[in-house]
Antibody, heavy 125, light 108 residues
Framework: QVQLVQSGAEVKKPGSSVKVSCKAS????????TNWVRQAPGQGLEWMGG????????NYAQKFQGRVTITADDSTSTAYMELSSLRFEDTAVYYC??????????????????WGKGTTVIVSS | EIVLTQSPGTLSLSPGERATLSCRAS???????LAWYQQKPGQAPRLLIHGASSRATGIPDRFSGSGSGTDFTLTISRLEPEDFAVYYC?????????FGQGTKVEIK
């Protein structure tokens, strides 16, 4: 059974960057897209972007374009999300979640069926 | 971008009652790629329904989804104590993926 294990909580200063990791265990990593979804305190879910490791392609929400970088390391089945130029309003829980399944020739839309437990990022001066 | 609007914002019900949650899309959701998630405080979301009406693995049959196009519904036939939570709809047919703002089902 696939599990996504995320890195620990972070406290960062405004203007700095944070890099959160998400390691997959118990299943195939590269054929599924790994997404990043965040949730500010008391707020709803917000999709930030995702990566399809088998193709090395990324897709970002327009809101985060230029500030977020999502990467993946097939050798360790780990995805990363780096958010730069942090602001107070970036304080949130950041989740990774698996969805889209891709063969070498095509991708099949899937819901986010496996989620990490979340990583709390606090931006504070 | 497809905007998903959930209603009501809060639903106050008693255990044993029926809950009906709505999710309306600003444009048609391609191939009914619409999912519902349940989230409890301090936990990650859990997938309940995908493809608008298919229950995810291990989800009790008191949860059902329906709808197509722009109008979707999640129904909980008889609320159990563990069902009081926040529910989100999400479309995964058109990028960017989007979520509704959530419906909180609270104990009356």
């Amino acid at each position: 059974q696939v599990q996504l294990v995320q890195s620990g909580a972070e406290v960062k200063k405004p203007g700095s960057s944070v890099k959160v990791s998400c390691k997959a265990s118990g299943g195939t990593f590269s054929s599924y897209a790994t997404n990043w979804v965040r949730q500010a305190p008391g707020q709803g879910l917000e999709w930030m972007g995702g990566i399809i490791p088998v193709f090395g392609t990324t897709n970002y929400a327009q809101k985060f374009q230029g500030r977020v970088t999502i990467t993946a390391d097939d050798s360790t089945s780990t995805a990363y999300m780096e958010l730069s130029s942090l602001r107070f309003e970036d304080t949130a829980v950041y989740y990774c979640a698996r969805d889209l399944y891709c063969s070498p020739t095509s991708c099949t839309p899937r819901p986010m069926d496996v989620w990490g437990k979340g990583t709390t990022v606090i931006v504070s001066s | 971008e497809i905007v998903l609007t959930q209603s009501p914002g809060t639903l106050s019900l008693s255990p044993g009652e029926r809950a009906t949650l709505s999710c309306r899309a600003s444009q048609s959701v391609s191939s009914s790629y619409l999912a519902w998630y349940q989230q409890k405080p301090g936990q990650a979301p859990r997938l309940l329904i995908h493809g608008a009406s298919s229950r995810a693995t291990g989800i009790p049959d008191r949860f059902s989804g329906s709808g197509s196009g722009t109008d979707f519904t999640l129904t909980i036939s008889r609320l159990e104590p563990e069902d009081f939570a926040v529910y989100y709809c999400q479309q995964y047919g058109n990028s960017p993926w989007t979520f509704g703002q959530g419906t909180k089902v609270e104990i009356k």
